[in-house]
């Protein structure tokens, strides 16, 4: 049975031409592999730890916030309609859009800051790598095989959605360069090679752009919910001026909360449309083939110049206004505390770890034992993170 689309894209990845998954399984006949990979990624427990780790803020700051479930949720929705719009698959699009965060730990980017100085001696921590460690080895779910049993492509495109990682000699790119890729990359690319030399699929690329698109506009959201910042102070990003411009004209006595979510959904459009003709235009003066796009000197999928610097200009206007603000790391602050506080615990009384990560713990390999507890507590909640603090520590922190 064929699962390809009368309107697929030359470029585009092939279900019927899947590279396979490395533990050979019988095909499904009403669903393609593509979209199999999606469906275990749903139903997996680190997808639905999701729901109560921290995008910007902790869960209990407010329930309208977003968590990494609902950003997830959301990315997956515009990798869909560029996947759509762009003749591309839409399975391994969504797929890869509900997995980019699958192996952020608690607290955002403050408890990954924290697990990375606990195992600086040890390869550090990069969600990246932690989340192909999840979904290839650290899920339990299936009597054959550990981890999920994605297809290659799957797994190529969690890898690489942001570009390469290495040079053609094996040498780390961009945030590699200087330490090197990760070794639970390297590891598993051995087994079954990921050839991190090149681009990942057009698919990849959706995803990668989409997660840009989500955390532009939701995070713009967020901040007004906040009250960290005014859609009026947002007017000194060019793009949302133009916007909150068009906006007034069209709805001189528009409400201030009507406002803000026209202002978000015309922002995503922009976006969504931006990069649909910049690839468009890519694509008429490269023809690529699927191969030609994995080989190719840069993205295929992209936005274009002008919709670059918007992009810049408004995770410029964020950093200060809402990722640094006082309020917000204050908060990261003590989150990093309670995560090095739960790996130093755990680290020199092993024992109150759970049975089933204390099992098997070489006490002669610190580099063993320090990455088998980052990846328990890579795998906890926000509160759950909390709960195991209150239990060894007092004064645990409110974090809000």
Same mark, same amino acid.
């Given at each position: 049975?064929?699962?390809?689309?009368?309107?697929?894209?030359?470029?585009?990845?092939?279900?019927?031409?899947?590279?396979?998954?490395?533990?050979?399984?019988?095909?499904?006949?009403?669903?393609?592999?593509?979209?199999?990979?999606?469906?275990? /990624?749903?139903?997996?427990?680190?997808?639905?730890?999701?729901?109560?780790?921290?995008?910007?803020?902790?869960?209990? =700051?407010?329930?309208?916030?977003?968590? @990494?479930?609902?950003?997830?949720? =959301?990315?997956?929705?515009?990798?869909?309609?560029?996947?759509?719009?762009?003749?591309?698959?839409?399975?391994?699009? $969504?797929?890869?859009?509900?997995? *980019?965060?699958?192996?952020?730990?608690?607290?955002?980017?403050?408890? =990954?800051?924290?697990?990375?100085?606990?195992?600086?001696?040890?390869?550090?921590?990069?969600?990246?790598?932690?989340?192909?460690?999840?979904?290839?080895?650290?899920?339990?779910?299936?009597?054959?095989?550990?981890?999920?049993?994605?297809?290659?492509?799957?797994?190529?495109?969690?890898?690489? *959605?942001?570009? !390469?990682?290495?040079?053609?000699?094996?040498?780390?790119?961009?945030? &590699?360069?200087?330490?090197?890729?990760?070794?639970?990359?390297?590891?598993?690319?051995?087994?079954?090679?990921? $050839?991190?030399?090149?681009? #990942?699929?057009? $698919?990849?690329?959706?995803?990668?752009?989409?997660?840009?698109?989500? &955390?532009?506009?939701?995070?713009?959201?967020?901040?007004?919910?906040?009250?960290?910042?005014?859609?009026?102070? %947002?007017?000194?990003? !060019?793009? +949302?001026?133009? /916007?909150?411009?068009?906006?007034?004209?069209?709805?001189?006595?528009?409400? !201030?909360?009507? @406002?803000?979510?026209?202002?978000?959904?015309?922002?995503?459009?922009?976006?969504?449309?931006?990069?649909? #003709? $910049?690839?468009?235009?890519?694509?008429?003066?490269?023809? !690529?083939?699927?191969?030609?796009?994995?080989?190719?000197?840069?993205?295929?999928?992209?936005?274009?110049?002008?919709?670059?610097?918007?992009?810049?200009? +408004?995770?410029?206007?964020? *950093?200060?206004?809402?990722?640094? *603000?006082?309020?917000?790391?204050?908060?990261?602050?003590?989150? =990093?505390?309670?995560? @090095?506080?739960?790996?130093?615990? &755990?680290?020199? %009384?092993?024992?109150?770890?759970?049975?089933?990560?204390?099992?098997? /713990?070489?006490?002669?390999?610190?580099?063993?034992?320090?990455?088998?507890?980052?990846? &328990?507590?890579?795998?906890?909640?926000?509160?759950?993170?909390?709960?195991?603090?209150?239990?060894?520590?007092?004064? %645990?922190?409110?974090?809000?």
């Amino acid at each position: 049975m064929s699962f390809t689309s009368n309107h697929r894209a030359a470029f585009a990845a092939n279900p019927d031409q899947s590279r396979g998954r490395i533990h050979d399984e019988p095909p499904n006949g009403r669903r393609s592999p593509f979209r199999r990979d999606c469906d275990r /990624i749903i139903h997996s427990t680190a997808f639905r730890r999701l729901a109560y780790k921290t995008q910007v803020f902790v869960f209990h =700051e407010g329930d309208h916030y977003r968590s @990494r479930l609902t950003h997830s949720l =959301e990315v997956a929705q515009i990798a869909r309609s560029l996947a759509r719009a762009l003749g591309l698959d839409e399975d391994l699009a $969504e797929a890869l859009a509900l997995a *980019h965060d699958l192996g952020h730990p608690p607290f955002g980017h403050a408890g =990954e800051r924290a697990l990375d100085e606990a195992l600086k001696g040890f390869g550090g921590f990069d969600h990246n790598a932690q989340a192909l460690r999840i979904v290839t080895d650290l899920e339990r779910r299936y009597a054959g095989f550990d981890g999920l049993n994605l297809t290659w492509e799957t797994l190529e495109g969690l890898v690489k *959605h942001n570009g !390469p990682l290495t040079d053609r000699a094996g040498h780390g790119i961009g945030r &590699y360069a200087e330490h090197g890729v990760p070794a639970a990359i390297l590891a598993y690319s051995k087994i079954q090679d990921l $050839e991190l030399w090149s681009f #990942a699929s057009a $698919e990849a690329q959706v995803a990668a752009l989409s997660d840009d698109i989500a &955390y532009d506009a939701h995070d713009i959201d967020d901040g007004l919910r906040a009250d960290l910042f005014t859609l009026d102070d %947002t007017a000194a990003v !060019p793009i +949302i001026d133009d /916007i909150l411009r068009d906006i007034d004209a069209a709805f001189p006595n528009i409400e !201030p909360n009507r @406002r803000v979510h026209e202002t978000v959904r015309a922002l995503i459009t922009r976006m969504i449309e931006d990069v649909i #003709a $910049e690839t468009a235009r890519r694509v008429a003066a490269h023809r !690529p083939s699927l191969a030609e796009l994995r080989k190719a000197a840069g993205p295929l999928i992209a936005f274009s110049p002008a919709m670059q610097k918007a992009d810049a200009a +408004i995770k410029g206007f964020l *950093h200060p206004w809402m990722y640094d *603000h006082e309020r917000v790391m204050r908060v990261m602050r003590d989150a =990093e505390r309670v995560v @090095r506080d739960l790996f130093a615990h &755990y680290a020199a %009384t092993p024992a109150d770890l759970p049975a089933e990560w204390g099992e098997g /713990i070489d006490a002669a390999d610190a580099g063993s034992r320090a990455r088998r507890i980052a990846d &328990y507590i890579a795998g906890m909640t926000d509160r759950y993170a909390q709960i195991e603090h209150a239990k060894y520590f007092a004064g %645990t922190p409110e974090l809000r």
